[in-house]
């Protein structure tokens, strides 16, 4: 199984500023690598796929690069409506792994 | 506009069973694969099981393989997931989520169904 870990598990970022949260998979996913955002009491929403196409209405100033094993997910000038959790997912392999998740919350 | 309800969630006793459903509208459920995925309370997301859209390919998690069915209606728009053998480690919310065709990503979720395995 394809263990991903996120770093780091919380982020304290003032509104305005930019956040780069990172994931890192045990072997090579290639570019098969999604990030999915969660609110509180929602459900996970699909940020980005193929580590860096975002997916339909998402918004510009977030990003997603890296390939192989190394991934990040910048997202800059931080919105109110960003403070949540961010995971990652590859979809490279089965079993599906997810990232254990990185909080973003406001400083 | 795209949906996804689940039900059948509730409380069970280890050992038990439960039956989850997830009823889709809006788009041509018979042309996509379909995941289960939960959520343990306060925790990360974890992979369930994995449905083509004809229902011929099939794949679950290690943790659930053997005690978990899942299984798909295209004519009712529906998929299931039959779980038995339940433990206090199955508890958890479970969201069923359409994956994009291209790239095999869940693009829609619902808003899941919480699982309570409990004496």
């Known amino acids: 199984e394809i263990v991903m870990t996120q770093s780091p598990a919380t982020l304290s970022v003032s509104p305005g500023e930019r956040a780069t949260l990172s994931c890192r998979a045990s072997?090579?996913?290639?570019?098969?690598l999604a990030w999915y955002q969660q609110k509180p009491g929602q459900a996970p929403r699909l940020l980005i796929s193929?580590?860096?196409t975002r997916a339909t209405g998402i918004p510009t100033r977030f990003t997603g690069s890296g390939s192989g094993t190394e991934f990040t997910l910048t997202i800059s000038s931080l919105q109110s409506e960003d403070f949540a959790v961010y995971y990652c997912?590859?979809?490279?392999?089965?079993?599906?792994?997810f990232g254990q998740g990185t909080k973003l919350e406001i400083k | 506009e795209v949906q996804l309800v689940e039900s059948g969630g509730g409380l069970v006793q280890p050992g038990g069973s439960l039956r989850l459903s997830c009823a889709a509208s809006?788009?041509?459920?018979?042309?996509?694969?379909m995941n289960w995925v939960r959520q343990a309370p306060g925790k990360g997301l974890e992979w369930v099981s994995y449905?083509?859209?004809?229902?011929?390919?099939?794949y679950y998690a290690d943790s659930v393989k053997g005690r978990f069915t899942i299984s798909r209606d295209n004519a009712k728009n529906s998929l299931s997931l039959q779980m038995n053998s339940l433990t206090d480690e199955d508890t958890a919310m479970y969201y069923c989520?359409?994956?994009?065709?291209?790239?095999?990503?869940?693009?829609?979720w619902g808003q899941g169904t919480l699982v309570t395995v409990s004496s």
């Open positions: 449905i083509s859209s004809s229902g011929d390919t099939i």
């Open positions: 193929g580590a860096s």
């Open positions: 072997q090579s996913v290639g570019s098969n």
């Open positions: 989520a359409r994956l994009v065709n291209t790239t095999l990503t869940s693009d829609y």
């Open positions: 809006g788009f041509s459920f018979m042309s996509y694969s």
């Open positions: 997912h590859q979809y490279h392999k089965w079993p599906r792994t």
